[in-house]
């Protein structure tokens, strides 16, 4: 295939949005592409070694998307997508990629359009509209004030004026520039695209890979920041019971010490990966630092707590490794759905961390055969799942 000129986007609000691009993007560059990443001025301590070229994004209002995300408000307000769609343009008349792929960059869906650039989006495909989850309610307040049973049902009834709710202000953007609405559906919203890239696999679904209109499986795009190992790491102990904890660039910092505090109680090492928050307090079971690098963390693990987002959980998995997921927001809660089914995953709340659920629940995942043996399995086909070359072949027929 002939060399491409192909523009990354993003929409780094959380480390995850800017970890599939960048593996991505090392794919792509190893075959031969000319690659820029556009990530905003946050994400440049984890770029000072990136081999392509690389442009500077506006903020992104991570705090006030995390904000939003936990009290279920849209994400975006119109304002904020007018001006990642004005950005967007800007940066494609200036570079006229031949391709542009964005990691959560929704306004590309009507940017890429104007501009007559094919557009592919990264994304999940629990959040495409041709599968059927089963939408568990968030940790939203309605939680907090009515309990679990009976937000769900709320939740149930609500969702899809809710969808709706949120998918306003892009419509409104669509409106804007003279485009039709893409409909009421949250999920149409975050997958539409020229071509949906999938940072998973199909089996966890259950479905055919074939499955999906426009869709093409890619295999986890498993990341890791390019860090040194701790000091601390040659001090493990090789013949205990090792728990790797990260809550991830969105997580609630303030559930670490919690949760650290009953992780303490096991006969366990836990390492913490505190994704740039406070440190915790010395503890002689709890190895502690801001970032680590988490393939080898998960590879040291035997379990692996997480906030149940698709990067970490499929960066246990691909080790073999079970997880815990403490999700907070759908996107969390839709990929521990298709894992717990799957059998490798369990799911526990964040009210839970006061109680015994935590202890218990790692104690039987320490000490059961069940998810170890199906996490073995799942590593197994995701081995067969070469990213690299499914990223090379894809974006060449893609772009035939």
């Not at 963390?297 to 959980?313: E, K, Q």
């Not at 997921?325 to 969390?332: A, C, K, R, S, Y």
Request: aromatic letters at 8%; one cysteine or more.
């Amino acid at each position: 295939m002939t060399p491409k000129k192909i523009l990354l986007m993003a929409h780094d609000v959380t480390l995850a949005h800017l970890g599939r691009p960048l593996r991505l993007a090392e794919f792509l560059i190893a075959d031969g592409h000319d690659v820029t990443l556009a990530a905003s001025a946050e994400s440049a301590r984890f770029l000072k070694d990136f081999p392509g070229r690389v442009h500077t994004l506006a903020p992104t209002g991570k705090a006030r998307f995390i904000d939003n995300l936990a009290k279920g408000r849209p994400v975006f307000d119109f304002e904020s997508l007018k001006g990642f769609a004005e950005e967007d343009e800007a940066l494609l008349t200036a570079l006229r990629p031949d391709l542009v792929i964005g990691d959560f960059r929704i306004t590309l869906s009507i940017s890429a359009r104007r501009a007559g650039i094919p557009y592919a989006t990264i994304t999940n495909a629990y959040w495409h509209p041709a599968l059927e989850p089963r939408f568990v309610v968030p940790d939203l307040p309605i939680v907090r004030c009515f309990g679990v049973r009976i937000a769900q049902r709320l939740f149930d009834l609500a969702r899809p004026m809710a969808f709706a709710y949120h998918a306003r202000p892009m419509n409104a953007l669509r409106r804007h520039y003279g485009l039709p609405s893409i409909g009421h559906d949250l999920r149409r919203i975050y997958t539409d695209a020229d071509l949906a890239l999938f940072s998973d696999i199909p089996e966890t679904y259950g479905i055919q890979e074939d499955s999906i209109p426009n869709g093409l499986f890619l295999g986890p795009l498993s990341w890791s920041p390019n860090i040194p190992l701790p000091d601390w790491w040659s001090r493990l102990d090789p013949e205990r019971p090792t728990i790797y904890v990260t809550l991830g660039s969105s997580g609630d910092p303030a559930l670490l010490p919690r949760l650290t505090a009953k992780l303490c109680e096991l006969e366990a090492q836990v390492l913490v990966s505190t994704a740039g928050a406070e440190p915790l307090a010395n503890h002689d079971s709890v190895f502690c630092s801001a970032y680590l690098p988490g393939n080898q963390a998960a590879a040291r693990a035997d379990l692996v707590v997480c906030n149940g987002g698709s990067p970490t959980t499929f960066q246990a998995l691909s080790e073999g490794v079970p997880v815990l997921g403490i999700p907070g927001n759908l996107d969390q809660f839709l990929n521990m759905h298709y894992l717990e089914r799957y059998g490798v995953a369990r799911t526990l709340r964040a009210h839970q961390l006061s109680g015994h659920s935590v202890q218990d629940t790692i104690g039987a995942m320490l000490a059961g055969d069940p998810w170890r043996e199906a996490a073995k399995r799942l590593r197994q086909v995701i081995a067969t799942y070469n990213t690299a070359e499914r990223t090379a072949t894809g974006i060449a027929r893609f772009l035939s």
